[in-house]
């Protein structure tokens, strides 16, 4: 009889302790991120229950840093918008969508335009010919889609991240 009370006095404390370990929802992801280790210190290891699972640490948002008037165009990849490998970017990257050129600031700053695209990051990865300054050009996929943007003055915002 004092083995069973003493078993069940066990199983009382472990589940109190269980009980205390908060459960955090893990992604597939996050898990398949166990194989990769080079990312090992941009996660947190948490425990759940009897088992550790990463979980990628929270980011706080992007801060605005300041906000600049500018005239914002659009270009796209052809040649005579751009040089002789239309593709590429003056970072050496691959154009894409989010990428736009200026002389303004340094190479990945991260902007906002708030007024045209509300809360929609936009990466500096190209540059514009030098004479071109507080101006900001968003790459399009297609000429004509560029072309119908036109031009417009706006405030860029300048994030931190």
Do not use: C
């Not at 990628?56 to 052809?78: D, F, G, K, L, M």
């Amino acid at each position: 009889m004092k083995n069973i009370q003493n078993i069940a006095l066990a199983l009382s404390i472990l589940i109190l302790v269980l009980g205390t370990i908060p459960a955090f929802e893990t992604h597939s992801q996050e898990r398949n991120a166990l194989d990769d280790p080079s990312s090992i210190g941009e996660r947190i290891v948490l425990a759940q229950g009897n088992s550790l699972l990463p979980i990628t640490p929270p980011h706080s948002p992007e801060r605005v840093v300041s906000a600049i008037p500018v005239i914002v165009t659009a270009y796209s990849s052809t040649p005579d918008q751009t040089d002789d490998t239309p593709y590429i970017t003056a970072s050496g990257k691959s154009v894409r969508n989010g990428i736009v050129a200026t002389n303004l600031l340094p190479m990945g700053t991260k902007i906002k335009i708030p007024a045209l695209y509300g809360d929609r990051i936009f990466v500096v990865e190209d540059r514009m010919h030098p004479r071109k300054n507080y101006m900001v050009d968003i790459w399009f996929p297609t000429y004509w889609e560029a072309k119908t943007f036109g031009v417009k003055q706006a405030y860029i915002e300048v994030l931190d991240g």
